[in-house]
């Protein structure tokens, strides 16, 4: 991982142009949605009575059960832990006939679905981490222009799921399949050049000026991220990393203490050493870790795996 000065410049370049839809992410039990923190019915709000009303809310994630009439939204990330995306009837994001699935929209990504694919990519695909399809749209867009695909798997680990993003320039060429676990959702964004001289070009070049002074006057890192020593280099080397959600070695804290302190103690865990559970089945959510699969002879208790 790299300082992150510049990537913040080139997020803010990436933004100018693209335009946001209601993005279909996956089909899921409606019982899986009972935890969301906000569930809408007509009754509550007079204007949520289908699914293009739900998905009009200020969220990012929705979904509309037209069973209950009942619109589920959330801005958590992931909306699901572990993922619990299930399959769908066809590449054009129709859930299964008779299944009772609902599907679940991401209302604030540039991205747009274009179906599913085998699981082969494209030589220039770039692995990003193993995230949500929400963080995965964010991650692949603050890359810069150059990734105007995005490649979501959502795979199984052992009895649990995991999510892996990568992005890239090219599409998938295979051919389209059924949505459903272990298989590429393909999206794509649309970056619109404008005229230099349009306004909300002039806006956006006004901001990235801004965004650039505040890299060049703030002394380590972005608003968010924590400048960490990186161990066994000279005293000026560190990373930025937001250590709310680094699933690597560094959830919670700085593995080796804070840049630019006194301040060497080791606050951060490496979410992959957690006791039992298995291999590629934990991440970091809001700086702890998490476990949704655990190895043989432990079983799963609030997030972690306790040996039986």
């Known amino acids: 991982m790299l300082p992150t000065k510049s990537l913040s410049i080139l997020s803010l370049v990436s933004l100018i142009g693209m335009v946001k839809a209601a993005t279909f992410i996956g089909c899921v039990d409606p019982y899986r949605l009972r935890n969301y923190p906000v569930v809408l019915t007509q009754g509550q709000v007079d204007n949520v009575v289908d699914q293009s009303s739900c998905l009009a809310q200020e969220y990012r994630t929705g979904a509309w059960d037209s069973s209950t009439s009942k619109c589920y939204c959330t801005s958590e990330q992931p909306p699901f832990s572990p993922y619990y995306l299930e ?9 299964v006939e008779g299944s009772g699935h609902v599907q679940v929209y991401d209302v604030q990504t540039s991205f747009q679905f274009l179906g599913c694919r085998g699981t082969d990519l494209p030589d220039d695909a770039v692995f990003i981490d193993y995230i949500g399809f929400e963080a995965c749209f964010d991650r692949c867009s603050s890359s810069g222009s150059t990734y105007r695909y995005a490649y979501p798997e ?5 009895s649990g799921r995991n999510s892996e993003c990568r992005c890239g320039p090219s599409p998938l060429t295979t051919d389209s399949v059924t949505c459903d676990l272990n298989t590429r ?3 794509y964004q649309d970056i619109i ?5 349009s306004p909300d070009r002039r806006r956006a070049l006004d901001r990235l000026s801004a965004a650039r002074r505040l890299a060049r006057d703030q002394p380590f890192c972005p608003i968010g991220n924590t400048p960490c020593r990186i161990p066994g280099l000279h005293g000026d080397s560190y990373e930025c990393v937001d250590v709310a959600s680094e699933l690597v070695e560094s959830c919670g804290g700085c593995m080796n203490g804070i840049y630019g302190s006194d301040n060497t103690t080791s606050t951060g ?3 992959s050493t957690l006791p039992g559970a298995a291999f590629g089945a934990t991440t970091c959510y809001r700086g702890s870790c998490q476990a949704w699969a655990c190895e043989e002879g432990y079983v799963l208790e609030d997030d972690q795996c306790v040996k039986v």
């Open 154 to 158: 959502t795979f199984t680990v052992g």
């Open 185 to 187: 959702y393909l999206y």
């Open 269 to 271: 865990i490496d979410c």
């Open 193 to 197: 050049v404008e005229p230099s001289g």
């Open 87 to 95: 399959t769908s009837a066809d590449s054009s994001g129709n859930c």
